[in-house]
């Protein structure tokens, strides 16, 4: 079993940045991929970001790509996303996510943060 807290979403301007974090406990963090999904308001949850339990394969949404980077700390157990030039489309309740596996987008994750809302006034 893995648990995941996100946090660090908020309020910020267009263009603005954040950085979001999901501390993770349970088994072995190292051993999972990651992943960063978000929902809108009457949509459906969108993948955003991912990368393998060693960081070296990454993928992300074409919608975020050149403006958010997922990263992670295998010796602090938590997995981050920065998001730069932020848009009022990015505006989303932002969820952390983890799988033993592939970090591919189209692949089942099985663990789930709480998820942490991220609002980008115009």
């Known amino acids: 079993q893995v648990q995941l807290v996100d946090s660090g979403g908020g309020l910020v301007q267009t263009g603005g940045s954040l950085r979001l974090s999901c501390a993770t406990s349970?088994?072995?963090?190292?051993?999972?991929?990651l992943g960063w999904f978000r929902q809108a308001p009457g949509k459906e949850r969108e993948f955003v970001a991912s990368?393998?339990?060693?960081?070296?394969?990454?993928y992300y949404a074409y919608s975020v790509k050149g403006r958010f980077t997922i990263s992670r700390d295998n010796a602090k157990n938590t997995v981050y996303l920065q998001m730069n030039s932020l848009k009022p489309e990015d505006t989303a309740v932002y969820y952390c996510?983890?799988?033993?596996?592939?970090?591919?987008?189209?692949?089942?994750?099985?663990?789930w943060g709480q998820g942490t809302q991220v609002t980008v006034s115009s």
């Open positions: 996510a983890a799988r033993y596996g592939t970090p591919s987008p189209s692949a089942e994750f099985d663990y």
């Open positions: 990368l393998s339990w060693s960081g070296g394969v990454t």
């Open positions: 349970g088994r072995t963090f190292s051993s999972y991929a």
